[in-house]
């Protein structure tokens, strides 16, 4: 596991997993969003692709972002495809519980200091509702494309609740040869819980 790709609704701890992966695997992490969002505004598609496949070129990286328009240049190229599918009800509660930290000014970051209380919570274009919106747009048309990148060899890990995220952690830890066997073991196809608990 060298080449990762991570992708998930919002408030599921992509940022954080992301990190942790590069930091363990000893990759360099890129944000996608990072890429897009430019203090200028956002980069025209085609230069988007561009520079993220010049990051997936490379022999190692940790990819994380929801862009399945780049799927060719980066879920393609992984050796590993991360689907952090939680429910819909734990991912309103966490933007909730993140929303009001940043509001509470517990929080600095670009997002925190553009919040407000209409974005986060009553706008027509609110994260909550922008959020519902997009679970139940995206996620069969993910469920598609991650089968089509498990076709080509992709080993894909759909992880499905913060305990599974912990499990995998364990398993995937640098330590004896068997943790990264029983890791590799618990890799799944897109229609498969990777535990039952």
């Known amino acids: 596991m060298r080449r990762v790709a991570l992708f998930g609704p919002p408030a599921t701890g992509k940022t954080t997993?992301?990190?942790?992966?590069?930091?363990?695997?000893?990759?360099?992490?890129?944000?996608l969003d990072d890429i897009?969002?430019?203090?200028?505004?956002p980069l025209p598609l085609e230069e988007f692709r561009r520079q993220a496949?010049?990051?997936?070129?490379?022999?190692?990286?940790?990819?994380?972002?929801?862009f399945s328009k780049l799927a060719d240049v980066v879920w393609h190229r992984a050796d590993t495809l991360i689907w952090?599918?939680?429910?819909?009800?734990?991912?309103?509660?966490?933007?909730t519980r993140r929303s009001l930290r940043q509001l509470a000014g517990r929080e600095d970051s670009a997002q925190a200091r553009r919040?407000?209380?209409s974005t986060a919570f009553f706008a027509r274009r609110s994260l909550l509702r922008t959020a519902i919106r997009k679970y139940r747009a995206n996620r069969p048309r993910y469920a598609r494309q991650v089968a089509e990148t498990a076709a080509l060899g992709v080993q894909v890990v759909r992880l499905r609740s913060p305990r599974e995220?912990?499990?995998?952690?364990?398993?995937?830890?640098?330590?004896?040869?068997?943790?990264?066997?029983?890791a590799a073991r618990h890799t799944t196809g897109p229609d498969q819980h990777l535990h039952d608990g």
């Open 53 to 66: 496949a010049a990051i997936t070129a490379t022999d190692g990286w940790i990819v994380e972002g929801n």
């Open 84 to 95: 952090l599918d939680f429910p819909l009800p734990l991912i309103l509660y966490r933007i």
């Open 36 to 41: 897009l969002f430019t203090p200028h505004g």
């Open 17 to 31: 997993l992301a990190r942790w992966l590069s930091t363990e695997l000893d990759e360099p992490h890129a944000d």
């Open 165 to 182: 995220v912990q499990r995998w952690r364990q398993q995937t830890a640098k330590g004896p040869a068997e943790s990264r066997s029983r």
């Open 115 to 117: 919040l407000t209380w």
